[in-house]
């Protein structure tokens, strides 16, 4: 099952909310749902579903709706599958924000080494 973008960003709105208000604290450029799909940069067949950004034009969450949309044709999600993928998406990056917040790193890092071990085995 595909859904729409718009069907998308509704669940995704009403996710929003369900997080705490502190979540929310310096993340001055808010949660965006952006129409395309993002792969690795790296190559291979990883599409990033969400990104954390702290750069020049602040602290935001971006969700790729084209990265879940290739996900859900290739795997045949379920509406409650695309719930459950955007909820993992959208609260793994909120932990990005406030570990960044009391100085951490720890999710960062542990996103690396996998990403790292995933491409040593595809080159194996």
């Keep these: 099952m595909i859904l729409s973008f718009d069907e998308v960003g509704d669940l995704l709105d ?5 997080f705490p208000e502190e979540f929310y604290r310096d993340l001055n450029g808010g949660i965006s749902l952006l129409p395309e799909a993002k792969k690795d940069p790296e190559g291979g067949d990883i599409y990033i579903m969400g990104e954390y950004c702290n750069d020049m034009m602040g602290k ?21 599958e695309w719930e459950e993928e955007l909820y993992t998406t959208l609260a793994h990056e909120f932990t990005h924000h406030v570990e ?25």
């Excluded at 009403?14 to 369900?18: D, R």
């Design 14 to 18: 009403q996710m929003a909310e369900e």
């Design 60 to 80: 935001y969450i971006n969700l790729y709706y084209g990265s879940f949309a290739e996900q859900a044709k290739w795997e045949r999600w379920t509406e409650e």
């Design 100 to 124: 960044g917040l009391a100085g951490e790193r720890g999710l960062e890092i542990k996103d690396e080494l996998e990403m790292e071990q995933y491409r040593q085995e595809r080159r194996s």
